[in-house]
């Protein structure tokens, strides 16, 4: 008798919260709810940072970001960076498209950050909100651009909702509106994808939830510092979780899913609320460790910290990130600066003067390898609560929004994991789980070796 084939169907949710799925929202989620009750779930301990394409690629990979080179949207700040947005070709390590090509196994992989430009694998592929357009390097085969382009008769085919953080600058109905329209396209391609395809492997990421948390979250939360009291938007993050949920049923009832299929639903990280911003270049040029050119115009207003600006002879550190902290020293003093400035981001108080719970990692202690591209520090104000500035000429410490926008919710440290599969020895919940095991459970639901992967699987 032909052995059934085991296939495995990921769907990933941009940001989508435990505290949410597992609780508040529950009951307008049954299909996630159902899954539960079927199989297992966890909260899913991501990636440090919780950025998407860092944790995404982790989780893609099984490997953490020391090994797969993805630290954050750009390269390492420096005297020779460029500060250009990194793409598919900085990762140095297979994904699982790349391993499952290998055994010809066909794989349809849609919108998963940092997928562009696109692969030449056996199956189908299209890039990510990174995607500057829709063209020969953004969807593999090119044959699928045609259909894809006839499916939604001749519109835009929606990325993002308004390019890279545009979606912060747009008024909040358009807003809700284009990330209906872009998910709606999504969903009706993935669609098209399950049926056209005969797949092994379909894995696909839905961001409408990340764009959505982070605009909309004062409107839902009593204890956000911004909160508005019945509000009209209260119930648009409810809402999209309830929508969601729907269209995820509508593809679990495709015949290309079957009772030999490892369902599994994911988040990079969780949502919580923003209290604040620490400024932090501001205060790491307090600290005489960011020096700027006597040429360099005048502070007068908050702006944007420009490379060529930077006197990179005399600066011994400087910020990136918008959640997280993330710190790169330079000079001899590495060491001895590194213990200094741990020591002095753990005393950062709140805006109010009460104490928040930062956590400050040196990376060489958290990450399996070398790195000289990650950054020295990585520092999350109150457990991410407070967020970070890196523009310049704010006044004081704190700040509410940076010259991208504003933000109701930053990244928490916690993801989404479910899982339902005939391979599963344990059901219910479970302790909180890795995101590096993610890809060795994939592979072994798939009948493929894993043993070279950190992470053990979890069937």
């Known amino acids: 008798m032909k052995k059934p084939k085991q296939k495995v169907f990921v769907f990933g949710v941009d940001g989508m919260v435990p505290e949410l799925v597992f609780g508040r929202y529950k009951?307008?989620?049954?299909?996630?709810?159902?899954?539960?009750?079927?199989?297992?779930?966890?909260?899913?301990?991501?990636?440090?940072?919780?950025?998407?394409?860092?944790?995404?690629?982790?989780?893609?990979?099984?490997?953490?970001?020391?090994?797969?080179?993805?630290?954050?949207?750009?390269?390492?700040?420096?005297?020779?960076?460029?500060?250009?947005?990194?793409?598919?070709?900085?990762?140095?390590v297979p994904m699982l498209w790349d391993m499952l090509d290998k055994k010809k196994k066909t794989v349809v992989a849609l919108n998963i950050p940092l997928t562009y430009p696109v692969r030449p694998i056996h199956g189908a592929m299209i890039?990510?909100?990174?995607?500057?357009?829709?063209?020969?390097?953004?969807?593999?085969?090119?044959?699928?651009?045609?259909?894809?382009?006839?499916?939604?008769r001749g519109?835009?085919?929606?990325?993002?909702?308004?390019?890279?953080?545009?979606?912060?600058?747009?008024?909040?109905?358009?807003?809700?509106?284009?990330?209906?329209?872009?998910?709606?396209?999504?969903?009706?391609?993935?669609?098209?994808?399950?049926?056209?395809?005969?797949?092994?492997?379909?894995?696909?990421?839905i961001i409408g939830t990340d764009r959505l948390h982070h605009m909309f979250w004062r409107h839902m939360d009593p204890h956000h510092p911004r909160h508005l009291k019945n509000s009209p938007y209260k119930n648009v993050i409810r809402d999209y979780y309830q929508y969601t949920d729907r269209e995820l049923g509508k593809?679990?009832?495709s015949s290309k899913i079957d009772k030999h299929t490892t369902i599994i639903v994911v988040s990079d990280h969780g949502m919580d609320r923003m209290e604040c911003r620490i400024n932090l270049n501001d205060w790491l040029r307090r600290e005489k460790l960011l020096i700027l050119k006597n040429t360099s115009p005048p502070?007068?207003?908050?702006?944007?910290?420009?490379?060529?600006?930077?006197?990179?002879?005399?600066?011994?550190?400087?910020?990136?990130?918008?959640?997280?902290?993330?710190?790169?020293?330079?000079?001899?003093?590495?060491?001895?600066?590194k213990s200094y400035l741990i020591k002095k981001l753990n005393a950062i108080k709140g805006e109010r003067g009460e104490k928040l719970q930062n956590r400050v990692f040196d990376t060489k202690t958290i990450y399996r390898k070398k790195d000289g591209k990650a950054p020295d520090i990585i520092v999350y104000f109150d457990n991410l609560r407070y967020g970070v500035n890196n523009d310049i000429g704010n006044f004081g410490l704190y700040s509410q929004e940076t010259t991208v926008g504003i933000d109701d919710a930053g990244?928490?440290?916690?993801?989404?994991?479910?899982?339902?599969?005939?391979?599963?020895?344990?059901?219910?919940?479970?302790?909180?789980?890795?995101?590096?095991?993610?890809?060795?459970?994939?592979?072994?639901?798939l009948g493929m070796q894993h043993k070279n992967l950190p992470g053990k699987p979890l069937l």
Not at 173 to 181: F, G, P, V
């Open 411 to 445: 990244h928490s440290p916690e993801g989404v994991f479910v899982m339902k599969s005939p391979l599963l020895q344990e059901k219910g919940k479970i302790e909180t789980v890795d995101a590096l095991r993610i890809a060795p459970t994939i592979l072994k639901a």
């Open 155 to 205: 519109k835009e085919y929606l990325f993002d909702v308004a390019g890279f953080t545009g979606y912060k600058k747009l008024d909040l109905d358009m807003l809700i509106k284009k990330t209906y329209t872009m998910s709606a396209q999504h969903f009706r391609v993935a669609q098209y994808c399950m049926k056209h395809y005969d797949w092994d492997l379909f894995n696909m990421v």
């Open 27 to 92: 009951k307008d989620v049954p299909n996630i709810a159902r899954l539960m009750q079927e199989g297992m779930y966890a909260r899913m301990r991501t990636t440090i940072p919780p950025t998407s394409i860092v944790a995404w690629t982790s989780i893609n990979s099984g490997r953490d970001p020391s090994e797969t080179g993805v630290h954050s949207y750009t390269e390492a700040p420096g005297p020779a960076s460029m500060n250009t947005l990194i793409t598919s070709e900085n990762i140095r």
């Open 299 to 337: 502070l007068e207003i908050p702006r944007r910290l420009r490379h060529e600006e930077i006197d990179w002879k005399k600066t011994c550190a400087i910020a990136s990130g918008g959640y997280q902290g993330r710190i790169y020293l330079f000079g001899k003093e590495k060491v001895k600066l």
């Open 251 to 253: 593809l679990l009832a």
């Open 127 to 152: 890039s990510d909100f990174l995607t500057p357009s829709f063209d020969e390097h953004s969807v593999h085969p090119r044959t699928l651009k045609s259909k894809i382009t006839k499916l939604l």
